[in-house]
């Protein structure tokens, strides 16, 4: 609950992250309407001695947007500023949601290039933390932007691309907040496509041992293995000339609704509640899913509902060791005393050259690891953990991991570049917390 203060302000009550597991309580909310009103918030937070974060729809499951000072609520910061049809470019506010921005660049004709697998988060949210999809060429969510509009911690007003403010425009893609606040992001777009998507039930050896030619032969490939089982899920969207073959609207349901998320939600909570029971309802909701294939825009390919809400670790490894980890991975589970009712998420994607993106100068592959909101996690994480920082792992900056900036200067060779930016960006730590402190130092 909270009360109005003035000034687009309000008194704040306990914030909550999608998952349920981060809390904070700051001083103050403050909803501006225009990249100005942000600007004068950020300079009264710094004239009361308060920090100040921005907050989209919570989906990172890290404290990275947690504040005991101001807490900014972007969701007045929406729409299409601009397109610009001659350079391919969109100019869009940063508190829209993907799904918005989806949905309004397909009534235009448009598209972006790649995206993650859910489309709630706020465009400035999921670049700050790195979303990504899985691609052969094609990379995240960050990689595509082209101009960045921010508000840095003196309250100016500061754009960056390419060719203007270059050495802050190679690290704010994935700034994680730490360099300024986000008002509005240009990404590159393409006159939509189709995508012709064919997924595909395929044993554990048969996708571990063929993943580098499944990687090479398909635009963007993933695979999901249940754990306590030999099975997995193979997914390879290719680019199609169509004609467009969404999925049936009956079996649509059945397989994105009914059987993704009502049935599979009963599985999780009964495998919580029952631990012994996980490794049979593993085996019977691995076989659920059939094959098919249909063809489409691309986010209705890309993009899936996700209502059964868990929490998760992901690590992006050198594509090479994907394969290692995961049979490492396998083994650990089977030898242990664990259940795990969520499977197990298989990507990659093309270096990019993002400061401190995951894939940031080496081609990678991302292992994700959920379970159930409410099941016990850490002794699960930990052992993942283990594994993928065996491997040089590099954690997703939105999701569970226990990593600090000693870690971080051994698999970021630019690390340094980042935290000197940062030094010179926001000295007195304006836009810091406790998150940021652990993962890039005071």
């Known amino acids: 609950m ?12 306990t914030w909550r992250n999608w998952a349920g597991n981060v809390t904070s309580r700051p001083v103050r909310e403050v909803s501006p309407a225009s990249a100005e009103e942000l600007a004068d918030a950020v300079r009264k937070a710094a004239e009361d001695g308060l920090r100040v974060k921005t907050v989209g729809t919570g989906h990172s499951f890290t404290s990275i947007a947690a504040t005991d000072g101001v807490l900014i609520r972007p969701g ?16 869009v506010e940063s508190g829209t949601p993907l799904k918005r921005l989806n949905v309004a660049l397909a009534r235009e004709g448009l598209s972006l290039t790649n995206m993650g697998d859910i489309m709630e988060q706020t465009v400035a949210g999921a670049t700050s933390t790195g979303t990504h999809g899985t691609g052969r060429e094609s990379a995240s969510l960050a990689a595509q932007i082209r101009g960045i509009e921010l508000v840095t911690a003196d309250g100016r007003l500061m754009t960056c691309s390419a060719e203007e403010n270059p050495e802050v425009f ?8 730490a360099l300024g606040i986000v008002t509005a992001l240009t990404f590159a777009v393409e006159p939509v496509f189709l995508l012709t998507a064919r997924e595909e039930p395929m044993s554990f050896d048969r996708v571990t041992s063929e993943f580098d030619a499944l990687h090479a032969e398909n635009e963007h490939f993933e695979f999901y293995w249940f754990p306590h089982t030999d099975n997995c899920n193979t997914k390879r969207n290719n680019r199609s000339a169509g004609p467009a073959a969404p ?15 009502g049935i599979f939600q009963v599985a999780c909570a009964v495998g919580r509640a029952v631990p012994p029971l996980v490794p049979s309802i593993a085996k019977v909701s691995s076989r659920a899913l059939s094959a098919r294939t249909y063809t489409d825009i691309p986010y209705k390919v890309f993009t899936s509902p996700r209502r059964v809400r868990f929490v998760e670790m992901e690590y992006a490894l050198p594509r090479e060791a994907a394969v290692p980890a995961l049979r490492e991975l396998k083994a650990m589970i089977e030898r242990s005393p664990l259940k795990v009712s969520f499977p197990v998420e298989v990507r990659t994607a093309p270096a990019d050259d993002i400061t401190l993106s995951t894939a940031s100068d080496r081609e990678s592959a ?7 909101k409410g099941t016990p996690y ?17 954690p997703h900056w939105g999701k569970i991991h226990t990593r600090d900036a000693a870690y971080f200067e051994k698999v970021y060779p630019r690390f340094a570049e980042f935290t000197a930016l940062r030094d010179r960006l926001d000295p007195d730590r ?4 406790d998150y940021l402190r652990r993962v890039l130092g005071d």
């Open 430 to 433: 304006r836009f810091g917390n």
């Open 247 to 261: 999925p049936g609207r009956v079996s649509g349901w059945i397989e994105d609704e009914l059987l993704s998320n």
């Open 366 to 372: 991302y292992i994700a690891v959920h379970l159930y």
């Open 76 to 91: 007045l910061l929406t729409g299409i500023r601009r397109i610009d049809r001659e350079a391919m470019t969109v100019t």
């Open 170 to 177: 190679a690290a704010a893609r994935i700034g994680l907040g």
């Open 2 to 13: 909270t009360q109005r203060s003035g000034n687009g302000s309000t008194a704040s009550s």
């Open 378 to 394: 850490r002794g699960y994480f930990t052992a993942v953990e283990r594994i993928m920082t065996g491997h040089g792992g590099r």
